[in-house]
């Protein structure tokens, strides 16, 4: 079992910086492959979202739990708001991000909280 945390700063690399983390941690549990890149792909969108829709003055927490095969991602920021799927435009800059975690995951969903909300999503490991 694997549960670890990360802060960062709600800037322009924290996405990078996160996917980065996250996919190590998975590695380093023995998951690799597709899981991983997948994992790491919506860890990315999660912590973009973060950084562009939550206040910018406040750090953003990645917490990612492993347990057997089953690899849970928590993004928690201090904003408002219910995060919602939308389905742009092909030609839209933007967008996308959680069509695709609703897309690749296993399970995802937002929770609420007194201090801002948390996304989250799973993805089953390939046995």
Do not use: C
């Amino acid at each position: 079992m694997v549960d670890a945390q990360l802060v960062v700063e709600a800037e322009r690399s924290a996405p990078r910086a996160a996917r980065h983390w996250v996919m190590r941690a998975v590695a380093e549990a023995g998951i690799g492959g597709s899981t991983n890149q997948v994992v790491e792909l919506l860890t990315g969108e999660l912590v973009a979202n973060a950084v562009v829709h939550g206040p910018s003055d406040q750090s953003v927490t990645v917490r990612v739990r492993i347990d057997g095969h089953v690899v849970q991602v928590f993004v928690s920021d201090a904003g408002g708001g219910v995060p919602t799927v939308r389905h742009p435009e092909p030609t839209a800059p933007s967008g996308r991000g959680l069509a695709l975690v609703e897309a690749l995951s296993s399970d995802w969903g937002t929770t609420n909280r007194p201090d801002g909300k948390t996304v989250w999503f799973e993805v089953h490991a390939d046995e």
